[in-house]
C-alpha cells in the first residue's frame, strides 16, 4: 500500500515567492497533519484537518501560510510570500479516527527560501 | 497541559548492544497513548512501537520495546541487539487533548542515537 505521498521532495526558492507544498494521505485516513520540523523550533504541528475539515490552525505561524484539503485524498500548504525563517522540512502525516491515533508521516518537503 | 521531555540529546551504543532511550511525560488525562517515532537522516519519520496507559503489558516490536513505567511517568525505548541502521533520532510522543479538546500527538525534542560498530 501506498503510504502518504508529499510533493515536492525538495524546494529552493527566493525570498517573495509563493510556494505550494502537496501531500495525498493514505487512503481511508481521516486525519490530516502538516508540521514543519527546524532545528531550533523542533516539530511543530501547523495545522490539521478532520473529513477535509480544517479543526485546529493555531499553530499556522502567520497570514503568510494557509492549507486547505478540497477532497479526500488531497491538501496543499501554500506559503506567500516565503520568507528565509520559512526554511524547514514540512511534513504531512495522516491517521484513522483521530490525531491520538497512530500517525503515518509522509517523506517531507525539504524547503529552503534563499 | 501535556508535555513530552526527552532529556538525551544523544547517544551511543556499541553495535550489538542494548540501549534505552528516555522518555517522561506529564498529563493530568486519565487515558493517554505513548509513541515512538524514528527519524533516520533520510528525513522520513518512522512509527516504531505504542503503548495505551491502560494496558497491562509492556509493548514489544521486534527488537524494541516499551518500558512503561506508569507511576513514574516513564516511557522508555529500548531497543536491544542494535544495528548500525538503528543511528537516527528518535522522538517520543504522547496522545493529550490539544487546545480544541481534540486529542492529537505532542512530540518530545528527540534523541540521537549513534550506533558504534
Known amino acids: 500500500d501506498a503510504g502518504v505521498i508529499q510533493s515536492p521532495r525538495h524546494e529552493v526558492t527566493e525570498m517573495g515567492q509563493e510556494v505550494t507544498l502537496r501531500c495525498k494521505p493514505i487512503?481511508?485516513?481521516?486525519?490530516l497533519f502538516w508540521y514543519r520540523q527546524t532545528m531550533m523550533r523542533g516539530l511543530e504541528l501547523l495545522i490539521y484537518?478532520?473529513?477535509?475539515?480544517?479543526?485546529?490552525d493555531s499553530g499556522m505561524p502567520e497570514d503568510r501560510f494557509s492549507a486547505k484539503m478540497p477532497n479526500a485524498s488531497f491538501s496543499t500548504l501554500k506559503i506567500q510570500p516565503s520568507e528565509p525563517r520559512d526554511s524547514a522540512v514540512y511534513f504531512c502525516a495522516s491517521s484513522f479516527l483521530g490525531g491520538g491515533k497512530t500517525q503515518y508521516f509522509g517523506p517531507g518537503t525539504r524547503l529552503l527560501v534563499l | 497541559a501535556q508535555k513530552i521531555t526527552q532529556t538525551q540529546p544523544g547517544m551511543f551504543v556499541q553495535e550489538k548492544e542494548a540501549v534505552t532511550l528516555d522518555c517522561t511525560y506529564d498529563?493530568?488525562?486519565?487515558?493517554?497513548?505513548l509513541f515512538w517515532y524514528k527519524q533516520p537522516s533520510s528525513g522520513e519519520m518512522i512509527f516504531l512501537i505504542y503503548?495505551?496507559?491502560?494496558?497491562?503489558q509492556n509493548a514489544t516490536e521486534g527488537r524494541y520495546s516499551l518500558n512503561f513505567q506508569k507511576a513514574r511517568k516513564s516511557a522508555n525505548l529500548v531497543i536491544s541487539a542494535s544495528q548500525l541502521g538503528d543511528s537516527a533520532m528518535y522522538f517520543c510522543a504522547m496522545r493529550g487533548l490539544d487546545q480544541t479538546g481534540a486529542n492529537n500527538l505532542f512530540f518530545g525534542t528527540g534523541t540521537r542515537l549513534t550506533v558504534i560498530p
Open positions: 503503548q495505551g496507559s491502560y494496558d497491562q
Open positions: 487512503s481511508g485516513h481521516d486525519y
Open positions: 484537518f478532520n473529513n477535509n475539515v480544517p479543526i485546529d
Open positions: 498529563t493530568s488525562d486519565p487515558s493517554y497513548g
